[in-house]
């Protein structure tokens, strides 16, 4: 069965540093999404991407995060300089052919801020 | 206001109860509902669309009230690997994001 996979599953960074979060979507899907759950909280939207560009972004989505499709396969979620606040799971997601199918989810990398 | 509303539980019930869990979301024009199942540190997973007409999967049956803003999932015969926290998600009409309650926790106990 096809998946979403993202690496690393567990990344520790030092605050102030950057960040590179890597997916593979499903092969067949166009809609890529980024979301973020704090541990204790709810599953939190950050951005989707369609056609090489993002489509929609949260608030929370500020100018020191970027995503990128650098080739056909991966999709990468960047923090350019990480704070403590920013460590929490981040989920990569994607759907196929319409925005409002069904999304899968990887399995997840949990990132902390030290 | 909240965008999608949980009862966070827990529901702690024995193996072969019937549970059902409610949802309300306040936009109106909400497109497409899901329900989703998330084990403790995992990713969600896709348990089921709700569709207008209601549906089922086996021991799952979701149902949609758009008048009343309202979406429920019943799980009937519980069995000990239905423990998990159920996630009510909606895309908004807005766009393609999925917005997320904040889950009911499920407890199936032998």
């Known amino acids: 069965e096809p998946e979403v996979t993202q690496t690393p599953s567990h990344q520790v960074t030092q605050m102030g540093q950057e960040v590179i979060l890597r997916c593979v979507p499903i092969?067949?899907?166009?809609?890529f999404y980024w979301y973020r759950q704090i541990l204790g909280q709810k599953v939190e939207f950050l951005v989707s991407f369609y056609n090489n560009e993002i489509s929609e972004k949260s608030e929370i989505f500020d100018d020191q995060f970027s995503v990128e499709r650098p080739d056909g396969s991966n999709f990468t979620l960047k923090i350019r300089s990480t704070k403590l606040e920013d460590s929490a799971m981040y989920f990569c997601a994607s759907s196929g052919d319409s925005r409002y199918t069904e999304a899968f989810f990887g399995q997840g990398t949990r990132l902390t801020v030290v | 206001r909240k965008e999608v509303e949980q009862d966070p539980g827990p529901f702690n019930v024995p193996e072969g109860a019937t549970v059902a869990f409610n949802c309300t979301y306040s936009n109106s024009a909400s497109q497409s509902f899901f329900w989703y199942r998330q084990d403790c540190r995992k990713e969600p997973k896709l348990l089921m669309s709700?569709?207008?007409s209601g549906n089922e999967d086996g021991r799952f049956t979701a149902q949609l009230n758009r008048a009343s803003q309202y979406i429920s999932l019943l799980i009937r015969d519980s069995k000990l690997s239905d423990s998990a926290t159920y996630l009510c998600v909606v895309n908004m009409e807005a766009g393609n994001m999925l917005t997320f309650g904040g889950g009911t926790r499920l407890m199936v106990k032998p």
């Open positions: 092969s067949n899907h166009l809609y």
């Open positions: 709700v569709y207008s």
